[in-house]
């Protein structure tokens, strides 16, 4: 059993490493400068390390999360292209 899991894993993350481009909505963009130097480094080495992290898909809407500390980061993936929609705190980003 752990065997196919970590099979289907490895060729989950070999369909991502083909990605070459992440592009911020304005929100994104406007969140990340409001926040202090470190976290904003913590947010964009997760972002820039996908598909590694907490990722999880959505269940109500189309496109993934992505789980740094108390943020959560709403993206979706369009071919080569990571598209982040939206960062914001924990108990902020689903309403």
């Known amino acids: ?15 991502w490493t083909a990605i070459l481009e992440i592009h911020y909505s304005k929100q994104a963009v406007k969140f990340l400068k409001k ?21 999880l898909k959505l269940q109500n809407r189309d496109g993934y999360r992505l789980r740094v500390g108390s943020f959560r980061i709403i993206f979706d993936r369009m ?16 309403k």
């Not at 059993?1 to 369909?15: I, P």
């Not at 071919?79 to 689903?94: A, F, L, P, S, T």
């Open 1 to 15: 059993m752990h065997y196919s899991t970590a099979v289907a894993t490895s060729q989950k993350r070999k369909e």
């Open 35 to 55: 926040q202090d130097k470190i976290t904003q480094k913590r947010i964009i080495e997760a972002v820039n390390a996908l598909p590694a992290g907490d990722v």
């Open 79 to 94: 071919g080569n292209v990571i598209r982040i929609e939206e960062i914001n705190n924990r108990g902020q980003i689903y």
